[in-house]
């Protein structure tokens, strides 16, 4: 028996990605669970920041922290907001210091389509892994979030910036060259960032451990449901994938405190 709250896993791209659950006491190595029954329970809440047993509201925080903390300012999600390089503070300017000046990369990833996106340097390929990209490729890499943020701007009047999650976990393979797709975007680009085409124009490829695509992915509440008893098969994103094509998504259940037995 395993318990402790959710926090997204974490990943090891090693020819195929390998999963990391951290709990209270262990971690659980979900790739070595395949075709095992796991009984997942609900247990109640634990906001990740204050460790209040408030609900989560988003992002594993309570509602109180999700307003107040720097790391879930507007600016995380729209990175054309980060004002850290005008020295102007929204929430912690020293945080936001920290997090935006920093390189950032501007990439396209085949999730459910091409879609275009943001993350500092030292995410890749974390982030893409956490959407589930099959491919994904690096067009600029730039000092700070702003500059990543507009140049994203500009590229979402091409490419979308969501991923339909049931696609996703459906696609396990496509026929887009990211390679062409980033040669044509450039023209896209703003003027000031053209000097940080990146050079790395190699597209990665990821493959994840998943034996059987689901056909109709169902989505577990756990907090609805509080127990959910299933045979997994595949993981891919940050979803563990079971027989039934029901799928519970790790990272959006952060802060949820849970119950894990395998048989």
Known sequence: MFNGVLKKMITENDGEVKYYLGMENDFIFFNSLFDKNITIEFDGYSCLNCDSSDEIYRQGNCKKCFFELPST????????????????E?????????VQ??????????????????????????RWIDQGAIKAIEIIEVPNRYLAGISE???KEKYNDKTNWREMLKTNRTDIDLEYEKSECLRFLPNEVLKYISAESNTTEIKYPLFKSPEKPKSLNLVKSKKYTGKIIGIKGQYLIFEDDTVFNIRSNEGVKVSIEVD
């Open 73 to 88: 300012a507007e600016w995380i999600i729209r990175p054309e907001l980060s004002k850290a390089h005008l020295d102007l």
């Open 153 to 155: 701007i500009k590229l």
């Open 90 to 98: 929204d929430r912690d300017l020293e945080y936001e210091k920290q």
């Open 101 to 126: 000046l920093q390189p950032h990369v501007l990439y396209l990833a085949y999730t459910s389509g091409v879609k275009v996106g943001v993350t500092r340097k030292s995410q890749v390929p974390t």
